[in-house]
Every structure is written in C-alpha cells, then in structure tokens.
Nanobody
Framework: QVQLVESGGGLVQAGGSLRLSCAAS?????????MGWFRQAPGKEREFVAAISWSGGITNYADSVKGRFTISRDNAKNTAYLQMNSLKPEDTAVYYCAASRRRAGIPLAAVSDFGSWGQGTQVTVSS
C-alpha cells in the first residue's frame, strides 16, 4: 500500500496561488498509474478536482477548476502536484491526494476509482 502525504496548503487571498504537493512513499509508485486530487468542504461530499495518468498524457479536470488548476507529476520523485491559480473563496476545502491501481485508458474521476488516500491539507481562500 502506498503512503501519500500532502503539503502546501494554507491561507491565501482571492486571486492568489498555491501549489500542493503529494509525496508517495516506497517503490510502489509505479503500481499506481493514476494520481488524483479531490477536495471536501465542510458539510459537503468529497468532490473530484483533477487526475493525471502515469505519463501525464491524459489529464482530467472538474469544470469548476478548468483553466485555473494544473495537475502534474514527477515519477522520478514519486510526487504529484496541483498548481492552483486565481483562487476563489469557493475553493476553500481540505484537499486530498489519491492514487489508483487502475490501468484505465480513460480519465478517472470518481472517489471509488481511487484506493489510496492522503490525510489532506487545508486550503483557505479569503475574500
């Protein structure tokens, strides 16, 4: 089982930027071809943000973040990233990194597609 640790969250003003990182432990990263980011605001269900395939050739974004967020990964460093620009107060949530063993050729976006999760990092955007 891969261990995922997120970092990079914090408090930022609307319009600002943050870069989240997700470090995966061990030599098992290759067994998790898909990486994803999800978020959960208080009182709401966990929702999909973005996902990326092993090669980075396939990415998928929620409509609410398209054009503002960019997901990437560095397999040599066992790390995935989420660059968040033009942040809005409605982006405030706990952000979770997730890994999937599925070798799907189509983009993943469901919580059930991912079997490994980090502990989450808080992102707060003030207006």
């Amino acid at each position: 089982q891969v261990q995922l640790v997120e970092s990079g969250g914090g408090l930022v003003q609307a319009g600002g930027s943050l870069r989240l990182s997700c470090a995966a432990s061990g030599r098992t990263f290759i067994n998790y071809p898909w990486m994803g980011w999800f978020r959960q605001a208080p009182g709401k269900e966990r929702e999909f943000v973005a996902a990326i395939s092993w090669s980075g050739g396939i990415t998928n974004y929620a409509d609410s973040v398209k054009g503002r967020f960019t997901i990437s990964r560095d397999n040599a460093k066992n790390t995935a990233y989420l660059q968040m620009n033009s942040l809005k107060p409605e982006d405030t949530a706990v952000y979770y990194c997730a890994a999937s063993r599925r070798r799907a050729g189509i983009p993943l976006a469901a919580v059930s597609d991912f079997g490994s999760w980090g502990q989450g990092t808080q992102v707060t955007v003030s207006s």
